[in-house]
């Protein structure tokens, strides 16, 4: 069977002056990793410690441990996991502890560092953001911001450290990508009266052989809920709502995005809540979606 590879691209699909564009990037060459000096008291290692062994995991050990003075420390409840990552990537320590049931040991790891990436479920962000505010370490995750998260915000600027949140793919580098298609938009002087934004995590044409068409690249418990999740986006003006239960995938539409790719989309959670952190409450519609490979009928 040949190897599998992810499409190193995000798609991201606007309206500009009420002209369609799509814009196609290549994001498989970033920048090396740096934490900048004044978060570090140790001006020759960066110290980070990585909440989580699943899927996610290993592509952000293998891309932090590109520079040779950043150390990692893994911490993980599954002793395969952690180790088997631990040995295979240079500076990289595997810590084995429940981060529930062994707060302690873990704020001191969380002490011990300038940067919490959190891979862990999204309902223990909070546990972990209290520790890096107690400790004033700052920290990120992939996950969008929940309430619970929001509720930290004051204590964070307090402490005077950065929580970020939904710095993934979707949400995260599509945030950034429509954040300059707005710039844009409005340095000409024009104004956003619709944007629709579409990304996802595509297999290889090649090796879209599972009935979903989806490439996992998180938790596929995660993935398979959200589909039975409630959704809503802005059509026109007019607020689109789509119950809970399994009727998002009924609501799926072909997409005509690129020639080689045979795409579906649906729309993602709560679109309507962006109007205001992307500015463009001038917009009547806003959809936010998610793509995968049309499947094969079974």
């Known amino acids: 069977m040949a190897s599998c590879r992810a499409v190193p691209s995000v798609l991201l699909v606007t309206s500009r002056l009420n002209v369609s564009r799509v814009f196609l990037r290549n ?6 990793f740096r934490i900048s000096n004044r ?28 520079e040779n003075n950043t150390h990692i420390t893994l911490v993980s409840a599954v002793k395969t996991e952690a180790e088997t990552l631990a040995d295979k990537y240079q500076n990289t320590q595997a810590v084995i502890l429940d981060v529930q049931q062994q707060q302690q040991d873990l704020e001191k790891l969380v002490k011990d560092n300038h940067l919490v990436i959190s891979l862990l479920p999204y309902t223990l962000h909070p546990l972990v953001a209290e520790m890096c505010i107690r400790q004033k370490t700052n920290m990120v995750t992939a996950s969008y911001k929940t309430p619970a998260m929001a509720q930290l915000h004051n204590s964070a600027v307090e402490a005077g450290i950065t929580v970020m949140n939904e710095v993934g793919l979707d949400p995260g580098i599509d945030h ?3 954040m300059e298609c707005f710039d844009r938009v409005k340095a000409e002087g024009g104004k956003i009266t619709s944007f629709v934004s ?3 995590g595509l297999p290889a044409p090649e090796c879209a052989d599972n009935p979903l068409g989806y490439k996992f ?3 596929p418990r995660g993935v398979l809920l959200n589909t039975l999740s409630q959704a809503k986006y802005l059509q026109d003006g007019q607020v689109v709502s789509i ?6 995938l009924e609501s799926t539409r072909a997409m005509d995005l690129h020639p080689d790719f045979d795409l579906e989309g649906f729309p993602n959670r709560d679109s309507t809540i962006y109007s205001e952190p992307y500015g463009i ?3 009547q519609t806003l959809l936010r979606g998610t793509l995968r490979v049309t499947p094969v009928p079974v």
């Open 243 to 248: 119950p809970a239960g399994g009727s998002l």
């Open 281 to 283: 409450q001038t917009a």
């Open 217 to 219: 690249s998180w938790s």
């Open 39 to 66: 978060l570090m008291s140790s001006m020759d290692q960066q110290r980070v410690l990585v909440l989580g062994s699943g899927y996610v995991s290993e592509p952000v050990v293998e891309y932090l441990t590109r």
């Open 198 to 200: 579409w990304a996802g």
């Open 27 to 32: 994001l498989q060459n970033p920048k090396p």
């Open 176 to 178: 950034c990508l429509a």
